[in-house]
């Protein structure tokens, strides 16, 4: 049951390679879903895996999933709870999205999000198939082995069933946690808690938000009009502020959505999370570790591997995308570590001072 690495050299990395995932492949997979006979649970699913993944915990990224959902009109889902957390784009038809006990109406290219253990569910009151991507931390989970699901008709969750709800104390009476020890040790911040600090943590309420696309759009003509030159992207994070310094959609991943301008050319950069594009307008290519990618409208691509140097590259027309990087999660673990431009140092964003772009330089020269 031991391995003797003493002296051992790191390992070499597994790099998975990027992919492109073809808007055509991707449409022909979608008119599949429609046709095939209705499942009991009510989800037309198409899991979009990359090569390199082995089970457990199948994804487009190591840690990430993304999967085509479809509803055809008329049809819903039973009831679904989960400790993975999801955010998801329309990319055609409309639907109801019910989210612990919310509900949303969702139109093409809105983004939302669905927080761990909330129940979901998803309805098609309209006359066309409802068609998403979804995106989750369920390949984590499942490869630590700790994915827990549990499927459901009705409004209470089968593991619920036979369980009473907690409630806190009444008022005046002390909170258990409050008696348990908490003390310092030494003068630079460590302490000793009681066992009641584990599994009574301070609660930071996670709520399912929706960001309806004509808002999102109405704000991208201004990043579309900061002046050529700039050497950052060219986006805005669709922020949900239970993520704090994270700066997520969820727990575990930042959604952007960018417009470029016709013939815009990044920077190359690199960084520990790794992205996922779904690109809703224009055409161009990416190069990720040397290897050009041409993609297009429509067109799904893992567009940076983990620390793969990689740039995003327009044609002749605005491109926008939806960008999905595990971004959030690797704060958490303190591993996401970032390089803007290839003459700068190596940092751990959220333990170190992060970078500059050159937006203030070009407002002042305007």
Known sequence: MFVDVSG???RQQNMWPSVVIAKEDIDREIERLIDAPRPANGRRASLIVHPEATAPGLGLAPGTDVTINVVNPGESTLNLRKNSNMLEICISGEGVAKVGGRSFSIGKWDVWNTP????????????????????SNAPLLEKLEVHFVEEFEGEVAPSDANTTRREGPPSGVARARDLALNAPVGTEGARLLGYEWLIDIDVLESKALHWPYASVAAHLPSVEDIAKGYN??????????????RIGTTHSFFATISSSPPDNHHVPHRHSSSAINYYLRGEGYSKVNGVRLDWKAGDLILSAPGWAMHSHHTKNSTTSSLTVQDHPLQIAMESLIWQERMQEPILALGSQGGFESNRAQLAATR
Do not use: C, D
């Not at 761990?116 to 995106?135: A, D």
């Open 116 to 135: 761990s253990m909330q129940i979901h569910s998803y309805r098609n009151e309209g006359k066309t198939p409802w068609v998403r991507l979804s995106y």
């Open 8 to 10: 051992a050299a790191p």
């Open 232 to 245: 950052g992207r060219r986006l805005f994070v669709l922020y949900n502020p239970a993520t704090e310094r």
